[in-house]
């Protein structure tokens, strides 16, 4: 029996401009309720829109960065509903003719690249929010209502939620990179709607596709596809179908919902929008645009393989956001070891990033900090290991590697006087291992220079300590 | 003197030579519009107090020498659905009953910049839904002409206003003639400009793409200076069209001769009054005699406009009423038991029962199903006689006709026929739907009840039509010997 | 011919409720006005583009620039009802 997994998604992201899509009300978020509000976006009878050229522009901007075709002339439409946070009674949305056609996202899912296609990619404006009140009531904020949106929908190209997962991944990678939005879902900049269904690949059938709303982060949504993917399946095991709705994920019951259905096939009565006309994307326009994009991902990538001589996996880990990649060349900036930075980054300082839920830009630590603990490391001064616990040490109380190492006295102990005496004293107590290792057992060796970095706590120099024991048992 | 009976530019230039004070002009308005109101009902509200307080700071300016506008010391009515920041903006709806609008409409802005003197609100037929100002959940307005006579609608407030001397200019508005029938009704100017010329910012929205803000005066000066105080270009509308900026007032000089003028055979036909037909050609007759060539012509989509009018204004109006649902402003239903509830029974309780027709055919036209055939056919109809119009300019300066198919009817004589009631809107529609300009202007009486002669013009001409009207009211004679 | 059941369909979609008694007289008035605007039908729009805008002007864009909004009061000076800066409504949504 085998199933084959249908996801499509739908995907809304707030765009990073200053202002809002129709009105010049600041998009900055916080602020007390219904204070960054004006007549357009409040839907006063009598208010009109006028649109933002960096929204036009952003939109753009997607789309070339998804291999989307540009129109050449597109419009606005009226996207009729009625619901408390949806000023006008309409949403000033985009119907038939979408600022961005088609497109695409290529993937890795373990199998090589995938080509996810998009169907579209459009502007629009959000609804206000609304929260509840102690007495049951709803509160209404419309400082949210008017900022902007792009609408990005997929072809129904996913097979599994690994591969959402990883379309999302890239999809926010990217839009980050152009600066159009940051994305953030937890932050409400970001939503998904998935739409997911199975067929039986033997028998053809497939079961009704399910719409997944209200998801707030990619963990949750994965959780969520995974949930629907079983639940289809046990259906089609059955014989049975899907019935066709709307579902949220549940955190604490670990199960999709079914959602209240507002009502099935919600009549919009889409019409262009007669407060607007057609707008003009000219080709020197696009032109432009395209010039100023910021380096893509991928564009990055390559460019760090042979810039920085760095392998393929080296690259993708490096550059799989922009805010890392730009820590990354910074940090080379500082210190002339590519391959050294890329470990540490790669290693030490993604592990913070994923340990602490945080992004690169929110890092306390420098480029210019970890370049000193590298060089610090290069120089001799203190070791790679005890470099770690360095790096540890500056994460948690922000101090630079020179002042920890100094405060610690963690310099590496590179006097081979010195360790000589410590050398000769292991030695002279480890007689046996002496005698193993004259015996063939080169492990021996390694458990000398063990004992030696015990007895300095980690402070000697490996290589010297190395190369003393060796010498010094070879004369015995 | 009776300073009511003065025009707008005699007004100002008594000002302007310190004869009289802005607070005299505005005093003697207010005067006025005390005697006339409990029979004429021109005004939902009236804003005295504050009229008197502007005209104090204009006459200080005066004192002192500054320049003041071209509106200066004009008392002015405005139509009811132009928002005005701090007094209440109702159009005439139970909806808006108690709205007080936040800001100003742009050309509230432009008048207040010239030094107009904003003294009411003008009545109004419910959301500018109607041709004969009673379906105003307020008041009925009466003809001053005929008291027992509907004024015209929907700007029936502000032409009544300048007709029964109350003021001298008024802003109205337009969608499918609710200037130009209200001022022919009344025996008035009225003046529909061209699409886009006027800001719609503070207008409130019946159908986004006909709607345009229009002017009232006793003659065609007094309409020409006010719009020359309203139009331009404005960044807060997008549908604003961004011209050169022209002096009507310098429209009003003489000489029309070889303009030529089309007469539309479709607009003399059976279904208008004979003895309004009569007054027009009389009137024809006039410019004829000073010079200008008239041709009959034929606009053959003009069967259609109607129809098509009706689709598409109810269609943008079923979507621009859509916000008006008691969540954040207006009238909120005391009783309902969900969510449904409160739209339904706050709309269905404030909203009279020809704006729920007019929403309830634009939703029918725009929903799943019927928008190809309706909405989208209307939009292609609109096409033919927009091109039925192009066409005509290309040859003529003008078209004129008649503006009402029928004189003034009594009140309550079609407010149970809505179709019937639609009718009075024939001659006038075409323009709206063409985006073209067009004007009414008085031509004479039947049984002491005005007729209004019609002029429209190709977009962004309105120096041709408004010459034309000026030459026409110069030369046509005692108007009430007419 | 437009029915009762039409009628209290784009009534739902229209958010308007219409009584039993009223219902009848409506329907009538509404049917009359749909018939007069089905003339369209008879005209021949084959090839006809729609006219969405009377204007040829392609649309002007505004800068990304960011001007004062209203002052909360301003902006709640017609609320129905509030409550701690926000618009109030009751218990009505889910």
Redesign the interface.
């Known amino acids: 029996m085998a199933y084959k997994t249908i996801i499509g998604l739908e995907i809304h992201c707030e765009l990073m401009t200053n202002s809002k899509i129709f009105c010049s009300c600041t998009t900055e978020f916080g602020g007390e309720a219904n204070t960054h509000c004006c007549?357009v976006c409040?839907?006063?009878?009598?208010?009109?829109?006028?649109?933002n050229k960096k929204v036009v522009e952003y939109g753009i901007k997607a789309g070339l960065a998804f291999n989307s075709k540009i129109a050449k002339e597109t419009k606005m439409d009226?996207k009729?509903y009625?619901y408390?946070d949806l000023?006008?009674?309409?949403q000033i949305s985009q119907y038939d003719i979408p600022i961005c056609d088609g497109g695409y996202i290529e993937i890795e899912n373990g199998n090589g690249p995938k080509t996810i296609r998009l169907i579209r990619i459009h502007i629009e404006e959000d609804t206000g929010k609304s929260i509840h009140s102690e007495d049951g009531g709803s509160l209404?904020d419309?400082n949210r209502s008017g900022v902007p949106l792009i609408e990005v929908v997929t072809q129904p190209d996913m097979n599994s939620p690994e591969e959402a997962r990883e379309f999302l991944e890239k999809l926010k990678a990217t839009l980050r990179y152009i600066e159009v939005s940051d994305c953030k879902m937890e932050e409400g900049s970001l939503r998904c709607d998935v739409n997911i269904n199975v067929v039986d690949e033997e028998t053809g059938v497939r079961t009704t596709i399910t719409e997944l709303k209200n998801l707030n982060s990619f963990k949750a949504a994965v959780k969520a596809m995974e949930y629907e993917e079983k639940r289809h399946i046990a259906l089609l095991k059955e014989g049975k179908d899907t019935v066709r709705e709307t579902r949220r994920w549940d955190e604490v019951k670990n199960e999709t919902i079914v959602m209240r259905t507002k009502e099935d096939a919600a009549?919009y009565?889409?019409?262009p929008e007669?407060?607007?006309?057609k707008m003009k994307i000219e080709e020197k326009w696009i032109e432009t645009i395209k010039k100023n994009l910021p380096e893509l991902p991928h564009d990055k990538k390559e460019r760090f393989m042979k810039e920085y001589d760095l392998p393929e996996y080296d690259a993708g880990v490096l550059t799989q956001t922009k805010e890392l990649a730009n820590f990354y060349e910074e940090t080379v900036k500082y210190v002339n070891d590519p391959k050294q930075v890329s470990n540490w980054v790669m290693g030490d300082v993604l592990r913070r990033l994923k340990d602490e839920e945080i992004e690169a830009e929110d890092l306390t630590l420098k480029p210019k900090d970890l370049a000193e603990l590298i060089i610090l490391i290069q120089d001799g001064k203190i070791s790679n290991n005890i470099g770690k616990k360095v790096l540890k040490d500056m994460f948690e109380t922000g101090k630079s590697a020179s002042i920890i190492v100094k405060d610690k006295g963690l310099i590496q102990i590179s006097d081979e006087g010195e360790l000589t005496t410590i050398v000769e004293k292991v030695i002279s107590e480890n007689e046996q291992s002496v005698t193993d290792y004259h015996n063939g057992k080169d492990r021996a060796l390694g458990f000398l220079v063990g004992q030696v970095m015990k007895a300095t706590r980690g402070k000697a120099n490996p290589q010297l300590v190395n190369k003393l024991v060796l010498e010094i048992i070879e004369k015995e | 003197m009776d300073l009511t009976k003065l025009s707008a530019i005699e007004l100002r230039q008594k000002l302007v030579d310190k004869e009289v004070s802005s607070v005299e002009i505005v005093k003697s308005h207010i005067n006025k519009i005390e005697e006339m109101e409990s029979s004429i009902g021109a005004f939902i509200i009236t804003n005295g107090e504050e009229a008197l307080k502007t005209a104090e700071l204009i006459d200080k300016k005066i004192a002192n020498n500054e320049e003041i506008g071209c509106l200066a010391g004009i008392p002015i009515g405005i139509k009811d659905n132009?928002?005005t920041n701090g007094i209440k903006?109702t159009?005439g709806s139970k909806m808006?009953e108690?709205?007080?609008?936040?800001?100003d409409?742009t050309v509230i802005g432009k008048i207040k910049g010239e030094d107009g003197i904003i003294i009411g609100k003008t009545n109004m037929d419910e959301f500018a839904m109607g041709s004969s100002t009673e379906t105003s959940y307020f008041k009925v307005t009466k003809n001053p002409h005929d008291l027992e006579r509907v004024p015209g609608g929907s700007s029936g407030g502000s032409a009544a206003a300048v007709a029964s001397f109350e003021v001298p200019l008024s802003l109205g508005s337009e969608t499918g003639g609710s200037v130009r029938e209200p001022a022919s009704f009344c025996g008035v100017v009225g003046i529909k400009p061209t699409?886009?010329l006027v800001s719609?910012?503070?207008?409130?929205?019946f159908?986004?793409?006909l709607d345009q803000i229009g002017t009232f005066g006793r003659n065609v000066s007094d309409a020409a200076l006010l719009l020359n105080a309203i139009s331009g270009f404005d960044?807060?509308?997008?549908?604003s069209?961004?011209k050169e900026k022209i002096d009507y007032t310098k429209a009003t000089v003489e000489g029309i001769k070889g303009m030529r003028l089309a007469l539309p055979k479709e607009y003399f036909g059976e279904g208008i009054d004979k003895s309004v037909k009569e007054k027009v050609y009389n009137a024809v007759k006039v410019l004829e005699s000073l010079g200008a060539e008239i041709e009959e012509i034929s606009l053959p989509?003009t069967?259609?406009a109607?129809?098509?009018y009706?689709?598409i204004s109810t269609?943008?109006a079923?979507?621009n009423?859509?916000?008006?649902?008691?969540?954040?402003?207006?009238?909120?239903a005391e009783k309902?038991d969900?969510?449904?509830?409160?739209?339904?029974?706050s709309?269905?309780e404030s909203?009279g029962?020809e704006v729920?027709?007019r929403?309830?055919?634009g939703?029918?036209?725009?929903?799943?199903g019927y928008?190809d055939?309706?909405?989208?056919?209307?939009?292609?109809?609109?096409?033919?006689i927009?091109r039925d119009f192009d066409k005509t300019f290309e040859k003529f300066d003008a078209i004129i006709s008649p503006t009402a198919p029928i004189l003034p009817f009594k009140i309550g004589e079609k407010a149970d026929d809505?179709?019937a009631m639609?009718m009075s809107d024939i001659l006038t529609v075409s323009v709206n739907l063409?985006?073209a300009c067009a004007l009414s202007v008085p031509c004479g009486f039947v049984e002491g009840l005005p007729v209004g002669l019609q002029l429209i013009g190709d977009?962004f001409e309105e120096e041709k039509i408004i010459k034309l009207a000026y030459n026409y009211e110069r030369n046509r004679g005692d108007i009430n010997g007419l | 011919m437009i029915s009762k059941e039409?009628?209290k369909h784009?009534?739902y979609?229209?958010?308007?409720?219409?009584s039993e008694e009223e219902m009848a007289d409506?329907t009538n008035?509404?049917s009359?006005?749909?018939e007069?605007?089905?003339?369209?039908?008879?005209?021949d729009?084959e090839n006809?583009?729609?006219?969405?805008?009377?204007?040829e002007?392609y649309?002007?864009m505004?800068e990304d620039e960011i001007k004062e909004s209203?002052s909360r009061e301003?902006?709640l000076?017609?609320?129905?009802?509030s409550q701690f800066g926000y618009?109030k409504?009751p218990k009505?949504?889910e």
């Open positions: 007549p409040l839907g006063l009878p009598g208010a009109l829109p006028v649109i009226r009729n009625f408390p000023v006008k009674g309409y209404l419309f009549d009565r889409y019409f007669p407060d607007l006309v | 132009i928002v903006t159009c808006l108690n709205f007080v609008p936040p800001y409409a699409y886009g719609r910012y503070g207008l409130i929205a159908a986004s793409s960044r807060r509308d997008s549908t069209v961004s989509y069967d259609y109607l129809s098509c009706y689709i269609s943008e079923s979507s009423l859509a916000r008006l649902d008691g969540v954040r402003y207006g009238y909120r309902y969900d969510l449904e509830g409160l739209y339904i029974n709309r269905t909203f029962e729920k027709r929403i309830m055919l939703t029918y036209a725009l929903s799943s928008y055939a309706y909405y989208d056919k209307a939009q292609k109809v609109r096409t033919l927009k809505p179709l639609y063409a985006g977009r | 039409d009628v784009i009534a979609l229209s958010k308007l409720k219409f409506f008035k509404f009359q006005i749909v007069y605007v089905n003339k369209l039908s008879e005209v729009t006809i583009d729609s006219t969405y805008q009377i204007s002007e649309q002007f505004r209203l301003e902006a000076l017609n609320a129905p009802d618009f409504l009505v949504l």
